[in-house]
Nanobody, 119 residues
Framework: QVQLVESGGGLVQAGGSLRLSCRAS????????MGWFRQAPGKEREFVVA????????DYADSVKGRFTISKDNAKNTVYLQMNSLKPEDTAVYYC????????????WGQGTQVTVSS
Protein backbone atom coordinates (compact mmCIF):
# COMPACT_ATOMS: atom_id res chain seq x y z
CA GLN A 1 0.00 0.00 0.00
CA VAL A 2 1.30 3.41 -1.03
CA GLN A 3 0.06 6.77 0.19
CA LEU A 4 0.69 9.98 -1.74
CA VAL A 5 0.38 13.48 -0.31
CA GLU A 6 0.60 16.55 -2.53
CA SER A 7 1.38 20.07 -1.43
CA GLY A 8 2.37 23.41 -2.91
CA GLY A 9 -0.77 24.45 -4.74
CA GLY A 10 -2.18 27.92 -4.48
CA LEU A 11 -3.14 31.10 -6.28
CA VAL A 12 -0.68 32.74 -8.63
CA GLN A 13 -0.76 35.44 -11.27
CA ALA A 14 -0.32 34.53 -14.92
CA GLY A 15 3.37 34.28 -15.72
CA GLY A 16 4.23 33.26 -12.19
CA SER A 17 5.58 30.02 -10.78
CA LEU A 18 4.67 27.31 -8.31
CA ARG A 19 6.37 24.14 -7.15
CA LEU A 20 4.28 21.13 -6.25
CA SER A 21 5.54 18.29 -4.08
CA CYS A 22 4.36 14.71 -3.75
CA ARG A 23 5.64 12.59 -0.91
CA ALA A 24 5.16 8.83 -1.07
CA SER A 25 5.01 6.54 1.92
CA UNK A 26 4.20 2.93 2.65
CA UNK A 27 5.64 -0.37 1.60
CA UNK A 28 6.67 -0.91 -1.98
CA UNK A 29 7.93 -4.06 -3.64
CA UNK A 30 9.07 -2.56 -6.91
CA UNK A 31 10.13 0.68 -8.47
CA UNK A 32 7.38 3.12 -9.42
CA UNK A 33 6.84 5.47 -12.29
CA MET A 34 5.63 8.77 -10.83
CA GLY A 35 3.66 11.47 -12.52
CA TRP A 36 1.20 14.30 -12.41
CA PHE A 37 -2.29 14.60 -13.86
CA ARG A 38 -4.70 17.50 -13.67
CA GLN A 39 -8.41 18.09 -13.95
CA ALA A 40 -10.03 21.42 -14.70
CA PRO A 41 -13.70 22.17 -14.04
CA GLY A 42 -15.91 20.56 -16.67
CA LYS A 43 -13.02 18.67 -18.24
CA GLU A 44 -11.63 15.17 -18.05
CA ARG A 45 -8.46 14.33 -16.19
CA GLU A 46 -5.43 14.82 -18.40
CA PHE A 47 -1.85 13.65 -18.30
CA VAL A 48 0.76 16.28 -17.48
CA VAL A 49 4.11 14.56 -16.96
CA ALA A 50 5.75 11.35 -15.76
CA UNK A 51 9.20 10.34 -14.58
CA UNK A 52 10.86 6.96 -14.23
CA UNK A 53 12.12 5.71 -10.90
CA UNK A 54 15.71 6.47 -11.87
CA UNK A 55 14.80 9.91 -13.14
CA UNK A 56 16.42 9.11 -16.44
CA UNK A 57 13.26 9.17 -18.50
CA UNK A 58 10.58 11.84 -18.57
CA ASP A 59 7.47 12.36 -20.65
CA TYR A 60 5.71 15.73 -20.90
CA ALA A 61 2.39 16.69 -22.36
CA ASP A 62 2.83 19.10 -25.26
CA SER A 63 0.86 21.76 -23.41
CA VAL A 64 3.49 22.05 -20.67
CA LYS A 65 6.77 21.36 -22.46
CA GLY A 66 9.29 24.09 -21.83
CA ARG A 67 7.34 25.44 -18.87
CA PHE A 68 7.05 22.56 -16.39
CA THR A 69 9.86 20.41 -15.03
CA ILE A 70 9.50 17.20 -13.08
CA SER A 71 12.21 15.98 -10.72
CA LYS A 72 12.56 13.56 -7.85
CA ASP A 73 14.54 12.83 -4.74
CA ASN A 74 14.46 9.11 -4.09
CA ALA A 75 16.09 9.50 -0.69
CA LYS A 76 13.08 11.59 0.37
CA ASN A 77 10.52 9.58 -1.62
CA THR A 78 9.38 12.85 -3.11
CA VAL A 79 8.53 14.04 -6.61
CA TYR A 80 8.41 17.70 -7.55
CA LEU A 81 6.71 19.64 -10.30
CA GLN A 82 8.21 23.04 -11.02
CA MET A 83 5.68 25.10 -12.95
CA ASN A 84 6.87 28.29 -14.63
CA SER A 85 5.19 30.75 -16.98
CA LEU A 86 1.82 29.69 -15.68
CA LYS A 87 -1.25 30.41 -17.75
CA PRO A 88 -4.91 30.65 -16.75
CA GLU A 89 -5.55 27.42 -18.65
CA ASP A 90 -3.23 25.65 -16.20
CA THR A 91 -5.87 26.15 -13.52
CA ALA A 92 -6.87 22.72 -12.26
CA VAL A 93 -6.64 20.26 -9.43
CA TYR A 94 -3.28 18.54 -9.77
CA TYR A 95 -3.01 14.89 -8.75
CA CYS A 96 0.11 12.91 -8.02
CA UNK A 97 0.20 9.37 -9.39
CA UNK A 98 2.38 6.35 -8.72
CA UNK A 99 2.29 3.21 -10.85
CA UNK A 100 4.22 0.06 -10.11
CA UNK A 101 6.67 -0.87 -12.83
CA UNK A 102 6.14 -4.51 -11.91
CA UNK A 103 2.34 -4.55 -11.76
CA UNK A 104 0.44 -1.79 -13.55
CA UNK A 105 -2.71 -2.51 -11.56
CA UNK A 106 -0.92 -1.18 -8.47
CA UNK A 107 -1.80 2.41 -9.21
CA UNK A 108 -2.12 5.10 -6.53
CA TRP A 109 -3.35 8.68 -6.38
CA GLY A 110 -2.93 11.59 -4.05
CA GLN A 111 -5.77 13.74 -2.78
CA GLY A 112 -5.04 16.57 -5.20
CA THR A 113 -3.91 20.15 -4.77
CA GLN A 114 -5.59 23.17 -6.30
CA VAL A 115 -3.66 25.43 -8.66
CA THR A 116 -5.38 28.64 -9.69
CA VAL A 117 -3.80 31.04 -12.18
CA SER A 118 -5.36 34.47 -12.48
CA SER A 119 -5.28 36.63 -15.61
Amino acid sequence: QVQLVESGGGLVQAGGSLRLSCRASGRTFSTYTMGWFRQAPGKEREFVVAISWSGGNTDYADSVKGRFTISKDNAKNTVYLQMNSLKPEDTAVYYCNARSDLQYTYNYWGQGTQVTVSS
